[in-house]
């Protein structure tokens, strides 16, 4: 019998009205860079999805962490496609001989292969808007922008809309920043808001400003040692040496897996860490006593949540 249980809801397609590129002078060089594993069904509209965009990007790396699925044989496939139909593109293809077991391993590599000014850590399983990185290197028209990054939606593996944005999940007291574009201070942004909850839901809709001042190796080192706020901690760091551009459209389309470390990890593991990171801001930066009330606030709002009274 036909199923008419998902026929009408919107879907993500990324192929319908391409934009034509930019024509830009002395773009800034933007690496994208996709850690993959076990994504074969998912990397080539991720590739897609970069390769189409507006702005021009000036390398792709796309690294594979001994995928168990068919993903080498699809990349590979892809990206003699890639080198006829973008012939002046820097491609490169890595396969780690021995699974890395932590996805900031992979963000470690993008930022020590990468070669660009700017990086992209696109995940495999994602996708954007063909209008993202145009969007999100606005943001960098302001030259003390470290982070940079646009809204999210979340899609389902049929590409399916689940949500339309991500604010419900960052904007948990209601305080409606997120309702308009904004640039702030990245300590602004962590005093305010940044030393409640991980504001950055998906580390695919941010574009990073490498700086050379940044030991970046040894701060993803760091984010090894959580089991859930890793980025929270990394973006955390990255704030304290610039500032910050948020852009209200959902351009990163943000896909939602059946199963995640989320959802394979413990209350009170999870507690642990909000804790570990709000005690770390609140150390490293003045923090107002209205703002550290909402600290507080969702402390004991999670620990009801976790049952952990």
Known sequence: M??????FKPKINIYKNIPPKLNIDNPKKVSVVIPNYNYENYIIERIDSIVNQTYPIYELIIIDDCSKDNSVAVIEKKIKKLYKKFPNLKIEFIKNDVNSGNVFCGWQRAFSLSTGDYLWIAEADDSCSPIFLETIMNGFQNEDTVISYCESLTMDEKNIILMNDLRVWIDIFKCGKWE?????SGLDELSSTMCINNTIANVSSVVFKKLPNIDYDNLLKTAQTFRLAGDWYFYSKILEHGSISYFRDSLNYHR??????????????????ICRMQDYILNAVDVSEDVK?????????????????
């Open 2 to 7: 036909f199923q008419f249980k998902n026929f």
């Open 180 to 184: 308009q574009d904004y640039h702030c």
């Open 256 to 273: 939602m897996q059946k199963k995640s470390v989320t959802l394979t990890t413990s209350g009170a593991q999870e507690f642990e860490e």
């Open 293 to 309: 009330k909402l600290v507080y606030q969702r402390r004991e709002n999670e620990r009801r949540r976790f049952g952990l009274e």
